[in-house]
């Protein structure tokens, strides 16, 4: 624990952020400003996700840290060193153990529960900002629920690439009245976004705090005769034969070869220690 | 003119009164009245600096004036004043009803957006929300505005200046609006461009039967386009009436030497 008070950040900012947090959780979808805190390590790195977390951590969780799906990376191994040390609280892989889940480009394959929160690292809150650099515009764009420039960017997709070619940070309309940016998630995870769990999403550099609160309404955007498609590889898992998670495809070789497998690993995991087998896999959990 | 008839059993489409912009102690425009009718073009002409486009701003509600009334015929409502409308009515009058025209297209165009993208916004802002349809109509427009529509997916920093200032229309009448305040649509044109652009304006205004304020300070332009003229002098109007008897048998001394002016051009 060091010298550091309870999760790095003292009390008072704390405070500041829950008050963002709650206001957020009342309205869902709205962009709630905060003054984010310096933190060490670079933006990037999940500055606002860290805070969100860190003003939620209580002694009793247990957090997990995934970044792209997987525990093992170095993003997700710092952020979650760095609470093991400043805030000594336990941490986990599985999914199904933690009561915190900070996440940086995917939503959990595993259906998440009442008792759990997902904490989002988010680069770019505005969702207009591609078609409206104006921050004094966009903010009131959305107090006017003018969202026409949404579909103008979805229609340029269409235009130039025969669909909608936006894969990642897909657009969504929560509770019927604020368009929203889901923080690159891959547009797969969209239909994810209507759960059981609390969703707070962090963005340190913007200095946003905004939320989905327990089985809020959340659309992906669409037009009639383009309608919003969750996508993904139309392959199963090699490792777990899965065919309904979202994939990462692998290089094995210079000669070309591929492989298929579940960016959420401890997904990929829990089902081979169930017994499920893919192409290049063995019940073991060992990959050819 | 058709628009002396209208006056007797029409509400006007719109009404301006005593419209007043200050620039702290300087005239912006002082004391503005008059009734547009429906399908009417009103001419503002005047110098440089004489409070033409600060009156079509005043009267657009891109500033807040000092005084005075813009009272629009609402289709749902009637004659409402857009002064004391709240903002989210004024900016849906302004995507709906309402159609402003800039001098320079990068204005009013999203050059970062294709054509077809440029005159769908509207649509789109308006609750459209089949791809398709939207297309039709962007294509359909661009033909209106004499552009290809195999120039549909280009952005308009690949057009020449007359063709985004078409764009530019298209993209504003794409929703059918009322009423059009245009500030100076043919300035900055060659000539030749210009002639063009007058030519579809016209035929574009009498087709849709458009009610429009154009500012200009070049007297051809309200010669073919507008029914009705002011002349505004430091903030004044000093003249108004038919066009062609303001510009054939002006009264006012300042309008004597507008006209005159011209024609030594
Ligand atoms: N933002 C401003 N602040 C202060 N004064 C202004 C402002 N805009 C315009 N004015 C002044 O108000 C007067 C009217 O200007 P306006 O732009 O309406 O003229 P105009 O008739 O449109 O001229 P032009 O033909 O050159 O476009 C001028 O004296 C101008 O200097
Ligand atoms: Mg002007």
New interface residues.
Partial sequence: MDDYNFAYLDEQTKRMIRRAILKGLAVPGYQVPFASREMPMPYGWGTGGVQVSAATLTPKDTLKVIDQGADDTTNAVSIRKFFERTAGVATTEETTKASIIQTRHRIPEADLTEDQILVYQVPIPEPLRF?EPRETETRKMHS?E?Y??M??KL??D???HGDIATSYAYPVKVEDRYVMDPSPIPKFDNPKLEMAAIQLFGAGREQRIYAVPPYTKVVSLD????PFEASKADHPCDLCGSEHSYLDEVILDDAGNRMFVCSDTDYCRSRRAEGHVGRLGDSEGEAA | MGAQVKEQDMTPLLQVNALTKMYGPRIGCKDVSFDLYPGEVMGIVGESGSGKSTLLNAMAGHHAPDQGEVVFDTRVDGPVDTLKMS??ER?MLG?TDWAFVHQHARDGL?M???A??NI???L???G?????E??TQAADWLGRVEISDSR??DRPSAFSGGMQQRLQIARNLVTGPRLVFMDEPTGGLDVSVQARLLDLLRSLVREMGLSAIIVTHDLAVVRLLADRLMVMKDGHVVESGLTDQVLDDPQHAYTQLLVSSVLQV
């Fill in positions: 078609l006017l003018e026409g420039l579909h103008v229609y340029e269409i235009s130039q037009f009639e005769d383009y | 903002e989210p900016r995507r999203r970062s957006v294709s077809g993208g769908g916004e509207r789109m802002a308006v459209g929300r089949h791809y398709g939207i297309r549909i997916d």
